[in-house]
């Protein structure tokens, strides 16, 4: 297990805010995050707001919080979807990579994959991952994710001068 990885996530949603909706994609990534032992530092739901998306990421980021930060909604094409505009926003450097792929496995199940404007980001020594709100494209995107977040988070930690040692417990 990886129990030293922290991770916040983070759903945008005006009806969500409002407990007006469940929060399902949310508690998907908080539900295989709790299985693969990483360790949840918190858990919100934000207005499509690109000021209160953007200020909680960056001051999340610059206290160094946590590891890894993914993101659910506001990636589609409405003018209130606006979470990749608000990552861009705090972005210290990109990480198209992450966002191709999530894309790439995407389009093997649908060609709506390729509407997904979500991208990835690093500040400091957090990662920001975009995905989609609906339940189905969050669990595709954690199996991807799965794959190399442990090695992003190791890498992340050593580039920024931290010891980390293995993340397996």
């Known amino acids: 297990m990886y129990n030293s990885v922290k991770y916040i996530v983070v759903t945008a949603s005006d009806s969500g805010s409002k407990g007006q909706r469940e929060d399902i994609s949310g508690q998907l990534i908080v539900d295989y995050f709790e299985k693969a032992g990483f360790i949840l530092v918190d858990k919100v739901i934000l207005p499509d707001s690109k000021k209160d998306i953007s200020s909680y990421l960056a001051e999340k980021c610059d206290r160094n ?5 993914v993101t659910t909604g506001g990636t589609g094409f409405t003018a209130r979807d606006i979470t ?7 972005s210290e450097r990109m990480v198209p990579g992450i966002s191709e792929a999530l894309r790439a496995e ?3 199940k ?6 997904s404007r979500g991208i990835s980001v690093i ?13 189905k494209a969050v669990r595709e995107g954690i199996e991807v994710l799965s794959k190399i977040l442990v090695h992003a988070v190791e890498t992340l930690r050593s580039v ?6 293995s993340l397996e417990a």
């Open 160 to 165: 920024h001068g931290v010891e980390c040692g």
């Open 110 to 115: 649908t060609p709506h994959a390729m509407l």
């Open 123 to 135: 500040r400091k020594q957090t990662l920001i991952v975009n995905l989609p709100g609906g339940p």
């Open 106 to 108: 995407g389009l093997k």
């Open 65 to 69: 919080e946590a590891d890894i930060i």
């Open 84 to 90: 990749p505009e608000a990552t861009l926003e705090i």
